[in-house]
């Protein structure tokens, strides 16, 4: 088979993402990508946000897509900057991203990239809004944040035959909370969540404080909050060490791969079918990561790669 190179977030880091390609033997002769082993990619989000190269990742990447060499996913913050401008059905003036303080924060960055090039922001929005949500094939799968039977079940209704948005009512709907779109595309987006016992909270990257916990789906050996919250090693221990309410969830089928949860330290094999490629890269000591898939049943170390700052 051909081999597919599943890369996690890259949040702006254009240069990474280059030596990345490079480093996985893709090289770019006469205007088109090529690769000895007729590689393909597959790019689990998140392309965007926090880093300083964020126009220059998004022709990246959607050329290797535009050729056919690769494919991308749908991560939140694409989800976030389309959001960011499309009105809301149940209030058409606000915004199904809304434009708080720390929302603007967090999107800023991008809007600054693309501030004299207003027809590419408008074709990467476009391009945005038809991503997949979610890659299924050859034995492998992928998703941005958590792989979810019953949470594709209630998008059904919203995507295509290659699990992307028909149209724009995958944002507007998922935009009300609580309705089936929203608890659909939280999930598989931004991953599975548990609500903290009364009086407990902890402070995010960008220092929001936190309610609610995301859970680590893929792994059964948990049993407490601490235990299964996926959160970073410094905020552990505001995370209340009692017993979960009920059975905690843990992953058990074909192999997927999936981004999202700012992972530290060397990219390695945390579960034998369900792999995290997202190491961070937008901080300092991250690395951005890759694992070239084979048709093997289980993950195996050495098929990752990754590239660092230098």
Known sequence: MRPIDFVGDIHGHATALRELVHQLGYRLRSGSWQHPDEARLVFLGD???????????????????????????????????????????????????????????????????YVH????????????????????????RAVHACWHAPAQALLEPYVDAHHAPIDQSFFTDSAIEDSPAWHGRETLL??????????????????????????????PDQSTYRESAVIDASQRDRIPNLP??????????????????????????????????????????????AYRYQGESDAQVSHLSWVTHT
């Not at 330290?265 to 490629?277: E, F, W, Y």
């Open 190 to 219: 931004n991953g599975l969540e548990m609500r903290l016992p009364e009086g407990s909270h902890f402070r995010d990257y960008y220092g929001i404080q936190r309610r609610r916990i995301r859970v680590n789906w893929w792994d």
């Open 117 to 140: 090039h207003p027809q590419d922001y408008k074709d990467t929005i476009a391009w945005f809004s038809r991503l997949p949500l979610w890659f299924e094939q050859q034995g492998v």
């Open 244 to 289: 979960l309410p009920s059975t905690a969830p843990s992953y058990h089928e074909q192999l997927v791969f999936f981004g999202h949860y700012w992972m530290r330290g060397a990219p390695r094999i945390q579960h034998p079918r369900a792999v995290c490629l997202d190491y961070s890269i937008a901080l300092p000591d991250g690395a951005l990561c």
């Open 47 to 113: 392309l965007i946000d926090r880093g300083p190269e964020q126009r220059e990742t998004v022709e990246l990447v959607h050329g290797l897509c535009e050729q056919g060499r690769a494919m991308c996913l749908m991560g939140n913050h694409e989800f976030n900057a389309v959001g960011f401008v499309t009105p809301r059905t149940d209030d058409p003036t606000r915004h199904v991203r809304s434009h708080t303080d720390a929302h603007i924060r967090q999107h800023q960055a991008f809007l600054d990239a």
